[in-house]
């Protein structure tokens, strides 16, 4: 992981100056069942998107705040073989993308979910994913619209929990 004294002198003074919003209250519910009886999705910031389907916009001011639905499981239920095509489009050019470009499971781990429903820890994970780009600098659109319609999508496939994996 890299210090803030890693990073050029741009993103530095980026740091200093940016204004970190707070969410107060947090957003939380506190589990409704016990894990392994709750249907969990996966949801990331890597900016992962499939072949064929649109990138995330890297230039739109404040970060594109709209998300994608990624197909996670294969017709035996094994991850799906088209998560190893997974692009990246991810605007923050501080990022270093070659770890997630090499094994997706960094940032969207799939695998090992598959094997928490095998070992009965958790019920099962939802068939897709969500996939939003990180270093949204600007998240007042991700908030109040895209966030909330991500829950909904969620919440009307039955999913239980989410499990967010921030890059």
Same mark, same amino acid.
Request: hydrophobic share 40%.
């Given at each position: 992981?890299?210090?803030?004294?890693?990073?050029?002198?741009?993103?530095?003074?980026?740091?200093?100056?940016?204004?970190?919003?707070?969410?107060?209250?947090?957003?939380?519910?506190?589990?409704?069942?016990?894990?392994?009886?709750?249907?969990?999705?996966?949801?990331?910031?890597?900016?992962?998107?499939?072949?064929?389907?649109?990138?995330?916009?890297?230039?739109?001011?404040? &970060?594109?705040?709209?998300?994608?639905?990624?197909? /996670?499981?294969? %017709?035996?239920?094994?991850? $799906?073989? =088209? !998560? @190893?095509?997974?692009?990246?489009?991810?605007?923050?050019?501080?990022?270093?993308?070659?770890?997630?470009?090499?094994?997706?499971?960094?940032?969207?781990?799939?695998?090992?979910?598959?094997?928490?429903?095998?070992?009965?820890?958790?019920?099962?994970?939802?068939?897709?994913?969500?996939?939003?780009? &990180?270093?949204?600098?600007?998240?007042?659109?991700? /908030?109040?619209? %895209?966030?909330?319609?991500? $829950?909904? =999508? !969620? @919440?009307?496939?039955?999913?239980?929990?989410?499990?967010?994996?921030?890059?």
């Amino acid at each position: 992981m890299a210090s803030v004294s890693d990073l050029s002198l741009k993103y530095h003074l980026f740091l200093k100056t940016y204004r970190f919003r707070r969410l107060d209250p947090v957003p939380w519910a506190p589990p409704a069942k016990p894990l392994e009886d709750c249907r969990v999705a996966l949801v990331t910031t890597a900016g992962f998107h499939l072949p064929g389907t649109p990138p995330f916009d890297e230039q739109k001011p404040g &970060g594109d705040t709209s998300y994608r639905l990624l197909p /996670v499981r294969g %017709s035996d239920g094994a991850p $799906a073989d =088209h !998560l @190893r095509d997974l692009l990246v489009s991810h605007r923050s050019t501080s990022f270093d993308r070659s770890g997630i470009e090499a094994d997706y499971n960094l940032a969207l781990p799939v695998a090992r979910f598959v094997e928490l429903e095998a070992e009965r820890r958790i019920g099962a994970l939802h068939p897709e994913a969500l996939s939003f780009m &990180g270093s949204i600098t600007a998240p007042g659109r991700l /908030v109040k619209e %895209s966030a909330p319609g991500a $829950a909904e =999508h !969620l @919440r009307s496939a039955g999913v239980d929990a989410a499990f967010l994996c921030p890059v």
